[in-house]
Nanobody, 116 residues
Framework: QVQLVESGGGLVQPGGSLRLSCAAS????????MGWYRQAPGKRREFVAV???????NYGDSVKGRFTISRDNAKNTVYLQMNSLKPEDTAVYYC??????????WGQGTQVTVSS
């Protein structure tokens, strides 16, 4: 059973930056995709970014040009660099790992709050 542990969340002022990390208990190379989603209070979980095993990436419209997803296969870790943060980025951010064979796995989430 794969375990995903997110870290790096916190309180940041508008315009600031944070880097989230998602550490997997096993190799992430076996997963087709690794991604980040977020859920704000009273809203549905929203797609943020995804990176495929080959390195291709895709982003949600609301974060394009501000967020960058990357992966370090040697460390079994996926990162989300978040720049130019806005109050509307406030949410719990969840890491996801998915493959055809192993299915979909979620972390416990990390809170990001953007406020002055």
């Amino acid at each position: 059973q794969v375990q995903l542990v997110e870290s790096g969340g916190g309180l940041v002022q508008p315009g600031g930056s944070l880097r989230l990390s998602c550490a997997a208990s096993g190799s992430i190379f076996s997963f087709n995709t690794m991604g980040w989603y977020r859920q704000a209070p009273g809203k549905r979980r929203e797609f943020v970014a995804v990176i495929a095993s080959g390195g291709s990436t895709n982003y949600g419209d609301s974060v394009k040009g501000r967020f960058t997803i990357s992966r370090d296969n040697a460390k079994n870790t996926v990162y989300l660099q978040m720049n130019s943060l806005k109050p509307e980025d406030t949410a719990v951010y969840y890491c996801n790992a998915a493959s055809v064979v192993a299915g979909s796995h979620w972390g416990q989430g990390t809170q990001v709050t953007v406020s002055s």
